[in-house]
T-cell receptor, first 115, second 115 residues
Framework: AQTVTQSQPEMSVQEAETVTLSCTYD???????LFWYKQPPSRQMILVIR??????QNATENRFSVNFQKAAKSFSLKISDSQLGDAAMYFC????????????FGTGTRLKVLA | DADVTQTPRNRITKTGKRIMLECSQT?????MYWYRQDPGLGLRLIYY???????NKGEISDGYSVSRQAQAKFSLSLESAIPNQTALYFC??????????????FGPGTRLTVL
């Protein structure tokens, strides 16, 4: 069975600095998708970035980028120039490209941004 | 207007009561999902539906039922609520077609408290 692990329950970063959130996953599949979702205090789950496993190039979205290491089954999220609005829970998620199409979520990392 | 809406946003109920959580979407997606979020556990799938005639159990369906009234509406029912069903509930939609990679889009969540 697939699993997603976020080993950092909480992280802190100084405003304008860079922070990296870790995510590892376990799967026997060769093709899949990976996602990072942000959940601010408003509770809304917001898609931050997604990565297709068949693409070697790391996905980027403005200040957000990933370091996708397929062999190591690692999918970390880097937030550059952190802003107060980045404070939130961040969830890593995995989805197979075939079969049941279910998402597997990690337990989340709470990011605090210090002014 | 929000693409995925949930009603109510907050609800307090008593043990043994029947309660329904409703989800509506204007994204035109066929696939809809219900999750619950508990602290330290991330999001867990309760039920999912790939079209009006297709309903599937997720990993924690016991004590819950669903109804897909239309493409745009997917309701979650607790027939006899119990305190350990106190959680944050999310509805989500996705579209496997195009370039979206079946990305899930979430509603704002319903916080349910069972006393």
């Amino acid at each position: 069975a697939q699993t997603v692990t976020q080993s950092q329950p909480e992280m802190s970063v100084q405003e304008a600095e860079t922070v990296t959130l870790s995510c590892t996953y376990d799967t026997s599949e060769s093709d899949y998708y990976l996602f990072w979702y942000k959940q601010p205090p408003s509770r809304q789950m917001i898609l931050v970035i997604r990565q297709e496993a068949y693409k070697q190039q790391n996905a980027t979205e403005n200040r957000f980028s990933v370091n996708f290491q397929k062999a190591a089954k690692s999918f970390s999220l880097k937030i550059s120039d952190s802003q107060l609005g980045d404070a939130a829970m961040y969830f890593c998620a995995y989805r197979r490209t075939s079969g049941t199409y279910k998402y597997i979520f990690g337990t989340g990392t709470r990011l605090k941004v210090l002014a | 207007d929000a693409d995925v809406t949930q009603t109510p946003r907050n609800r307090i109920t008593k043990t043994g009561k029947r309660i329904m959580l409703e989800c509506s979407q204007t994204k035109g997606h066929d696939r809809m999902y219900w999750y619950r979020q508990d602290p330290g556990l991330g999001l867990r799938l309760i039920y999912y539906s790939f079209d009006v005639k297709d309903i599937n159990k997720g990993e924690i369906s016991d004590g819950y039922s669903v109804s897909r009234q239309a493409q745009a509406k997917f309701s979650l029912s607790l027939e006899s609520a119990i305190p350990n069903q106190t959680a944050l509930y999310f509805c989500a939609t996705s579209d496997p077609g195009g370039s979206s990679t079946d990305t899930q889009y979430f509603g704002p969540g319903t916080r349910l408290t069972v006393l």
